[in-house]
């Protein structure tokens, strides 16, 4: 009985350690899906963990996964799906397919670096320089970057912007899956002065700082995920109006911070616990 008590002691002492750990390392560390688990998101964009994630091929017709070395190319069975639309779609307008950055880690989480959300398999990044019709290598993967579609003063678009990447832009946000996509806002900016006709597609084309060399495409819970939370809609409208001209105001641009003003506080590491309860199972599942 005594050696049963120790034995929970110890159990209990090592769950809280682990507990205490960065969610961030616990789920880097993990190099494989959760493949026992059937697939589905859980938790929140920039909260949860992701059971049963599948890869995305690292070349498919219209698309080529980059950064291979991050082992962060696994998503939900949906957003493998819509990747393989969207590089039809850039087929379509006139591209070789697309580059793609992140998706998730095999089992989602915090991530070691970059990205607060990106965690439960939905959300994906898109870079600005277009596909290639042959297959890189690994290490051209690694070492190839995008470009930025947006001038150094961020008030507007530069030479490097064309209207392909606004066909692909607009051929994303029409696609049911998706919930919203984060471009810079000089890019929403030039979208809100050129789009006429059916301009309902550009509610879904969000301001938001950086995404000039990628934009990141995040889709709504699939059916049938109970444990998967939506981000409440966009606001109504084309979103071309006074909260994008906000973006180009000084305050945006040109910060300063006052002398006397509190330092922020540097954000608390996510620790397992502040997780939703099932990613524990997720972490731990074979
Ligand atoms: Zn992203």
Known sequence: MKTLA?????????????????AKRLFGARAAPATSMAAAPVGSYANGCLAGGVMLPTTGPGWQAMRLERNRNWGHPELVAFVARLGAAAQSIGWDGVLVGDLSQPRGGPMLSGHASHQIGLDVDIWMRPGYARELTRAERSKLGSFSVVRADRRSVNDAWTPRHAALLQAAAEDDAVARI??????????????????????????????????????????????????????????????LAWWFSDEALNPKPAPDAPKPKPRRELTLADLPSACAAVLNAK
């Not at 120790?6 to 960065?22: K, M, N, Q, Y």
């Not at 979208?191 to 060399?213: A, F, N, S, T």
């Not at 995920?225 to 109504?236: F, K, L, S, V």
């Open 6 to 22: 120790i034995g929970f002691a110890a159990l209990a002492t090592l769950t809280s350690l682990a507990s205490a750990e960065p």
């Open 182 to 243: 984060f471009v810079n806002a000089a890019i929403k900016d030039q979208l809100c002065r050129d789009v006429g006709g059916d301009r309902l597609w550009l509610r879904k084309i969000r301001p938001w700082w950086g995404h000039d060399e990628h934009f990141h495409v995040r889709l709504t819970c699939p059916k049938g995920a109970p444990a998967c939370t939506d981000q409440a809609p966009p606001p109504a409208g084309d979103g071309c109006d006074e909260t």
